[in-house]
């Protein structure tokens, strides 16, 4: 089974549904985060996760939100979708505070298309 | 802020020929650096990384080198397989109590038989 596990792996959607992409993971880190990839962009932070109760938003925030279930558990969603949010979308988690050479492990990606 | 720059692709090389992917870097602190691998349909996995200047990170017959002088980390193979066909990023992260990652845009290479 993987360790950072994204659900749906593909979704299409209309513009103003409301979608919620979900992460779980396996690997008993505290920090997760939410990231989309859009081509010539690279990835960009949308938000993270400390633990279940410390949430921050990413450099992309805006028209997203998130809810931190559990320490394996964190989702994304969009409350109104709109076509620029078509993207790629992935999770990721990290372990060790204060530990810059953590590497984040990801998940596989949802490929969100809006119509 | 702290930002990464790395060669646009794509990149296209016969089997069994020498890869060089450039990616230079800004930080105001010490970052440590990394190269993450997508192979199509797939997330990133971690290649290698390096966490303070002169480290060299090596995995899979790929290979990078910490340059503090020259903000580099670029990304080396001596003889590249169908295999490696893949996009590859270069990151930073700042080292700080959130461990955020910051990317390049990414580089695709094809390689051909």
């Known amino acids: 089974d993987a360790d950072v596990t994204q659900t749906p792996r593909n979704r299409i959607t209309k513009t103003g549904k409301r979608i919620m992409l979900e992460c779980s993971q396996t690997k008993g880190h505290d920090r997760m985060y939410w990231y989309r990839q859009d081509p010539g962009l690279g990835l960009r932070l949308i938000y993270y996760s400390f633990d279940v109760k410390d949430i921050n938003k990413g450099e992309i925030s805006d028209g997203y939100s998130v809810s931190r279930q559990a320490q394996a558990k964190f989702s994304l969603s969009l409350e109104s979708a709109i076509p620029n949010q078509t993207a790629l979308y992935f999770c990721?988690?990290?372990?060790?505070?204060?530990?810059?050479?953590?590497?984040?492990?990801f998940g596989d990606g949802t490929r969100l298309s809006i119509l | 802020g702290d930002s990464v720059t790395q060669m646009e692709g794509p990149v296209t090389l016969s089997e069994e020929a020498f890869l060089t992917i450039n990616c230079t870097y800004t930080?105001?602190?010490?970052?440590?650096l990394f190269w993450y691998v997508q192979y199509p349909g797939e997330g990133l996995q971690l290649l290698l990384k390096?966490?303070?200047?002169?480290d060299k990170g090596s995995n899979k017959g790929f290979e990078a080198t910490y340059r503090k002088e020259t903000t580099s980390f670029h990304l080396e193979k001596g003889s590249v397989q169908v295999s490696d066909s893949a996009v590859y990023f270069c990151a930073l992260s700042d080292g700080g109590a959130t461990n955020k990652l910051i990317f390049g845009t990414g580089t695709l290479l094809a390689v051909q038989p």
């Open positions: 390096a966490t303070k200047a002169d």
């Open positions: 990721a988690t990290s372990g060790g505070p204060g530990q810059g050479d953590q590497p984040q492990h």
């Open positions: 930080a105001t602190g010490y970052p440590s």
